[in-house]
């Protein structure tokens, strides 16, 4: 019986002390070792097994970390985590002080380049190479590992366009596996299917005429043909190109067969695959799901009505109406900046658009949101998904600065669901006609409707621009919620154990305000709580702050959200605790302010 390589394998100076023939051995032990683990503690899969060939081999032939290797976007670094001194921690990943699901400087020496987002990596990779050239380390090596979907983006095409006329000690690897988390799109795409399947003639390839030493494609998944080939590229200078095919989920028979279900799959059976079910029945509706539903059914009765997202079908639900009116509904791949402005152009020409970004992701595409859309006024709806804290993706994905960034911007109209009937009714009252862009935020997760499908999907009612709603009355303290996070006080308010007099108001406007009740609030009440899903810094209560200013109101003001750091990975309640927005800080808040 062969003894266990990987448990002897602490970082990568003990890989480098193996013979080559030993590397398949240790490859399915890392593979077998992610499936484990990720089985119990849920995570990202797919991504990490497709790579595990490529990144025993990188390790195994550079100097890690003298030599500095990116992963772009990060899905895939699970084994590069395992081999660089986080076997041990591994079972803490993504868990409320534990490791982050994705590379992070300040974690280790061996995360060259903290990322999350994706096509950051050539870019940060040739900054590099340019930087060790300027101080004389003219031997070091800049290794970028990008997928298929990621280099499509715009930003991964400005890295290679600069990187072509340097002299820069760069490696990038493209690891071509035809998928991001939904099956990759675009010409690009079918330009490389081309290139896999020999069709594509080698005096027109694409990378060597951006003056990159292009090699490949080999089989990402043969250890010693990797291996073999990036000791071959190690000795070569300058900028270098290696295409490799790989298969995301290899070597778990289901994760290759259904590569987007097994992207993140849950909790799931080790050994058959098999992914744990878990009963929706009787749950309320996730909020995607109500956009994906809510778009298609208003599709259907207005023709101009028009769905795009970035590469994120699935996550946004957008797939329903991809499926059932294909013309008109685009995922245009990892491009938020052409998403955006795309809408901006089909919005010009009189059509409805429904834009579909995750909240983080937007911060991408910030420019094209002024200067494409709000310095033109056009009428583009943006649904700003996964809006507030994710959970356990942690800084890179939590979508809290999206009040900040958008309420200083002319035009712009900003609107959050307190539930999931709110967003089907704004989603309604969008196409209904309007001149002014608006941005519709909502949370990843599920509503409070158990029966939503069945008594009020379709069943639309017209929302009023700029209302509020008295939720519950009172006359010493006003509670302003905006969003979904009025869920936790109402519940917190419901469980005071004693009547109190505490107004709770929801405020789902938070540009333009109600300015009506406002006034009314700051002449009636004794102090104001201000609670929102997102930073206290520039938000929702920021907004209540200056109208209280700029009309010379003088009751206090005090806002709870998520503080001026960088919230890390956990649960949401976790998280919402560390914020104090949870149901028991906001509970305990109430009882003392009332004394």
Not at 168 to 180: E, R, Y
Not at 280 to 298: A, R
Not at 390 to 412: K, S
Request: one cysteine or more; aromatic letters at 8%; glycine letters at 8%.
């Amino acid at each position: 019986m062969k003894s266990n390589l990987l448990e002897h394998i602490h970082n990568p100076t003990d890989l480098r002390l193996l013979t080559e023939s030993q590397l398949p051995q240790l490859a399915q032990e890392l593979r077998d070792f992610i499936i484990g683990v990720v089985a119990v503690k849920e995570g990202h899969l797919g991504a990490s097994l497709g790579v595990v060939e490529l990144t025993v081999a990188l390790h195994y032939v550079f100097n890690t970390p003298e030599d500095l290797l990116i992963w772009d976007v990060g899905h895939q670094a699970y084994g590069h985590k395992i081999l660089t001194e986080r076997r041990e921690l591994f079972d803490t990943n993504r868990q409320l002080g534990g490791i982050s699901g994705f590379p992070k400087r300040s974690e280790s020496i061996y995360d060259a380049f903290g990322v999350g987002h994706s096509s950051t990596s050539i870019s940060a990779a040739l900054g590099m190479a340019i930087a060790s050239n300027l101080k004389g380390e003219f031997d070091k090596q800049h290794i970028a590992v990008i997928g298929d979907a990621s280099i499509a983006s715009g930003m991964a095409f400005e890295g290679l366009n600069h990187a072509g006329v340097t002299d820069a000690n760069l490696l990038v690897i493209l690891n071509d596996n035809a998928i991001g988390i939904d099956p990759s799109v675009g010409a690009l795409k079918n330009y490389l299917t081309a290139v896999k399947t020999g069709k594509n003639h080698r005096q027109n390839n694409m990378i060597k005429s951006l003056n990159f030493d292009y090699s490949g494609p080999i089989d990402g998944n043969d250890i010693f043909a990797v291996v073999n080939e990036l000791k071959r590229l190690q000795k070569i200078k300058g900028p270098k190109f290696l295409h490799i095919i790989t298969t995301k989920g290899k070597g778990l028979k289901q994760a290759e067969e259904d590569q987007v279900k097994y992207h993140a799959p849950g909790k799931f059976n080790a050994l058959s695959g098999e992914i744990y079910s878990k009963s929706e029945e009787n749950l309320p509706p996730k909020y995607q799901d109500v956009f994906g539903l809510t778009i298609l059914d208003l599709a259907r009765k207005n023709k101009k009505i028009i769905g795009i997202t970035p590469a994120m079908p699935s996550g946004s639900s957008l797939k329903f109406m991809m499926e059932a009116l294909p013309e008109r509904a685009f995922d245009v791949g990892i491009a938020e900046q052409h998403a955006v402005t795309l809408a901006a152009g089909m919005a010009t020409q009189g059509m409805i658009v429904y834009c579909n970004i995750y909240s983080t992701f937007l911060q991408r595409a910030y420019d094209q949101v002024i200067h494409d859309v709000a310095l033109q006024n056009l009428p583009v709806i943006f649904c700003l998904d996964r809006a507030g804290l994710v959970g356990e993706d942690g800084a890179t994905h939590h979508g809290v600065f999206d009040l900040a960034y958008l309420r200083c911007i002319p035009n712009m109209v900003i609107y959050s669901p307190l539930n999931e009937i709110d967003l089907q009714n704004i989603l309604y009252t969008a196409q209904l006609g309007i001149n002014f862009p608006i941005a519709i935020r909502y949370p990843r997760g599920r509503g409070v409707t158990q029966n939503w499908k069945k008594d009020y999907f379709g069943k639309y009612k017209k929302i009023e621009l700029g209302k509020s709603n008295c939720l519950q009355k009172g006359s010493t303290i006003a509670i302003l919620s905006n969003g979904v996070i009025g869920k936790n006080v109402t519940t917190a308010l419901n469980n005071l154990g004693e009547p109190i007099d505490i107004a709770h108001y929801d405020f789902p406007f938070v540009k333009p305000l109600d300015e009506k009740t406002l006034h009314e609030i700051f002449k009636t009440f004794k102090k104001i709580i201000t609670i929102e899903d997102g930073t206290v810094i520039g938000g929702f209560g920021a907004a209540i702050l200056d109208f209280g200013s700029q009309n010379n109101y003088a009751i206090p003001v005090e806002k709870l959200g998520v503080p001026d750091v960088f919230v890390e990975h956990g649960t949401v309640d976790q998280l919402q605790q560390i914020c104090k927005i949870d149901v028991s800080s906001l509970r305990s808040l109430f009882l003392a302010s009332i004394k």
